[in-house]
């Protein structure tokens, strides 16, 4: 079955930088789309970032020109680097394939305060 396991999170201050790493297995990685999702203290989740099986990478308005999404087929991993953290930016993070399938990680928690 697939299995999603986050990490990286924590804690940042504002204009900080974080990189998130998930790790996918049980799927043909190298096939799909993967994407980063993220979900805020009551609101739904929202994805922020996708990247295609060939490379190419869309972001939400909102992370535009701050998160970068990554991939490498080889490790069966998916990657975002965060750079100039907001404190809206706080949330657990995801990642899942694109669309998202039924199992989710446990996510892991970015925090942005000062």
């Known amino acids: 079955q697939v299995q999603l396991v986050e990490s990286g999170g924590g804690l940042v201050q504002p204009g900080g930088s974080l990189r998130l790493s998930c790790a996918a297995s049980?799927?043909?990685?190298?096939?799909?789309?993967m994407g980063w999702y993220r979900q805020a203290p009551g609101k739904q989740r929202e994805r922020v970032a996708l990247?295609?099986?060939?490379?190419?990478?869309n972001y939400a308005d909102s992370v535009k020109g701050r998160f970068t999404i990554s991939r490498d087929n080889a490790k069966n991993t998916v990657s975002l680097q965060m750079n100039r953290l907001k404190p809206e930016d706080t949330a657990v993070y995801y990642c899942?394939?694109?669309?998202?399938?039924?199992?989710w990680g446990q996510g892991t928690q970015v925090t942005v305060s000062s």
């Open positions: 049980g799927m043909i990685f190298s096939f799909k789309t």
């Open positions: 990247i295609t099986r060939g490379g190419g990478t």
């Open positions: 899942n394939s694109v669309p998202s399938g039924d199992s």
